[in-house]
Every structure is written in C-alpha cells, then in structure tokens.
C-alpha cells in the first residue's frame, strides 16, 4: 500500500512492472478506486510500468471537503507523474479520469505522448443533470443512486451475475464528499476547446450498453482529435475493462503495439 504525499493532498497508487519499463498509468472512473483494472493489468505485455492511482475523494486517497474543480484533479495527476518519475506516458482514462486525461494532455504534453479516452467525453451530462444527483446525495447518501448507477455501469447479462454486489458496495461505499466534489467537477467541466486543438495519439473506446457516456457521446469526442481511433466493445456498458476485460486488453495493446510504445 503506497502513498504519495504531495503537500495538500495525500494520493494512493500502484505501480507494477519494472522501474525502466514503458510507461503506462490508468485513471479510474467516479465512484470507483483504482480496482476496477485489475483484470485488465494482468492481460497486458509484460514489461510495463503500469501507475494506477485512486484520484482524491475517492479509494484510500485523502477526501477534502468539496467543491472540487477539475484543474485540481488534472493538478493532481500531473504533480503524481512528477512524483513518481512518469513522463512520456500513454495515459488511460475511464469516465471522469478520461476528462482527467483530455485535461493533461493539454496542459503537459511531455507527460503525456497518447491518451485512451474511455467511456468519456469532452462534456459528460448538464449542470442541471449532475445538480439533481447531488441534491440526491446530499439528502439520502450515495446509497440512494446506486440502483440506476449499476444499469449504466453494466449490461444486463453482469449485473445478474455474483459480482454485481461487489461493485455496488464499492459505490455505496464512496466518501461522500469525495463523491459530490468530483460530481461538482464534471458538471464545471466542458473540454471541447482545448480538445479540439489537442494533436497526439488518442484511442477512444465505448460499450455499446453504456448508459452514462453512449458510443456516439465518446466518438463525438474522438471526433475533435484529428487521427484518433475509435473501437466499441459490445454487450458492455460504462465499465467494460470489468465486463469485457480480455477484449479490452487487447484493444490497448494493439493500440500501444501502434504507437510504439512496448519497444520504448
């Protein structure tokens, strides 16, 4: 169990792989730590060095009282890099961590040399949308979303199976100002400026049951970046690294296989 102290803010993380390896670090999805890759990981080339961190409200991080913004969450994987020695890496973003991604990207291309933008989008939802849950949150728990935010997450066929619990006492579970703060921070948040004038190497992938970010939300997206590629997992939804691991595996390593990446 690691932690990097970074002053105002005390992040957990993981590294696997060997210290020279290719670098390679994951962004988690809102109301979820940095487990919802561990069946991805170990599906991927050996020899990485994969950085998977659970962002601040959430996991074992620290969770400050909110509001949150999203240069604060950017800043905060930006000052881990640092941290930790992470440059020229190919950075993947789930959901939120996929804002993350789009974020870091403009602001530090020398850590950043391709992004994986998954189940995500410049904008995700309306100031009104994010508004509503909160007021939810703030009445009755997170407890009082976790229904209809299991039939986003996940297609039909996995939310009747032995692990849906798991992922649901995982989102129940979520600080709820660590919660609330990164809701506040997607609702402020619209990247299709910046973007837009982003020119790196960027992957785009989306589950074709996704109820938070639909497929054509997250090709919409890849859309602004010019040369970007877009595949979609079908018979999954908001997080197909959990349902669909294997092909997701496979989608990132033909991608980092593309860019070059392994033989660095």
């Known amino acids: 169990m690691q ?3 970074l002053g105002d803010i005390r992040l957990h993380y993981r590294i696997d792989g060997p210290e020279n390896g290719p670098p390679l670090v994951f962004a988690n999805s809102l109301g979820t730590d940095f487990r919802v890759w561990d069946k991805v990981v170990p599906l991927l080339p050996e020899g990485l060095r994969v950085l998977r961190y659970d962002k601040r ?3 074992l991080s620290d969770a400050p009282p909110p509001p949150y913004g999203m240069g604060t969450l950017v800043s905060d994987a930006e000052r881990l890099m640092d941290h930790l020695g992470f440059r020229d890496a190919i ?3 789930l959901s939120i961590g996929g804002l993350i991604a789009q974020g870091l990207a403009a602001k530090r291309l020398d850590l950043v040399r ?3 933008l998954s189940n995500t989008a410049a904008k995700i939802g309306t100031r009104d949308m994010w ?3 909160i007021a939810m ?3 009755d728990g997170v407890e009082s979303i976790a229904a209809p935010t299991m039939e986003r997450w996940f297609a039909k066929p996995f939310r009747e199976g ?5 992922w649901q006492h995982m989102l129940e579970r979520s600080p709820k100002g660590g919660y609330i703060g990164c809701c506040q921070a997607i609702a402020g948040t619209d990247f299709m400026t910046p973007t837009s004038g982003l020119r790196l190497p960027a992957l785009g992938i989306a589950g074709s049951e996704d109820g938070s970010t639909p497929p054509d939300l997250v090709r919409e ?3 602004l970046i010019p040369g970007s590629e877009f595949r979609l997992i079908r018979g999954a939804g908001h997080l197909p690294c959990v349902e669909k691991p294997q092909e997701y595996a496979e989608i990132l390593t033909e991608f980092l296989t593309v860019q070059g990446h392994l033989d660095r």
């Open 221 to 223: 997206t890849l859309d």
């Open 137 to 139: 949150i703030e009445a």
């Open 57 to 59: 409200g959430h996991g």
């Open 131 to 133: 508004g509503d849950r």
């Open 3 to 5: 932690m990097a102290d």
């Open 162 to 166: 032995p692990e849906l619990p798991a």
């Open 114 to 116: 391709g992004i994986v």
């Open 91 to 93: 950075f993947v973003g």
